[in-house]
């Protein structure tokens, strides 16, 4: 059987605490239940500094809980090298998709 190439998703919102981490958590157990979690790059990201370094959002924390999803993560800033190698990569609202497409965050990511 021919092996299979690594995939790459990325979720982002703007603080790297709620949304993307949660989504990355989520698609994390997903492939790992379906036993292909070597074929992915799974992480999140931020489009803002904001929560740079923090923990996730306690209520985000305590739902993955209830639902028995492991979540172990440290919020970062999206650089532009991670949407370059992504495959797929999901916004979690209107700003980062326009931060991420350089309709609105300037020159920073016009090469996207």
């Known amino acids: 059987m021919a092996e299979q190439a690594t995939k790459s998703v ?20 997903l492939v790992t239940d379906q036993n292909i979690s070597e074929n992915w790059r799974v992480d999140s990201a931020a489009t803002s500094g904001y929560e740079i370094g923090n923990a996730p959002d306690y209520r985000g924390q305590n739902c993955m809980k209830r639902h028995g999803i492991p979540m172990s993560h ?8 991670d949407l ?29």
């Open 10 to 29: 990325l979720f982002v919102c703007l603080g790297n605490i709620c949304r993307s981490p949660i989504a990355e958590a989520v698609f994390r157990k």
């Open 84 to 112: 370059k190698m992504c495959v797929l990569c999901f916004s979690g609202s209107l700003t980062a998709v326009l931060f991420l497409t350089g309709t609105w965050a300037g020159p920073q990511t016009q090469e996207l």
């Open 74 to 81: 440290v919020a970062r800033q999206v650089p532009s090298l």
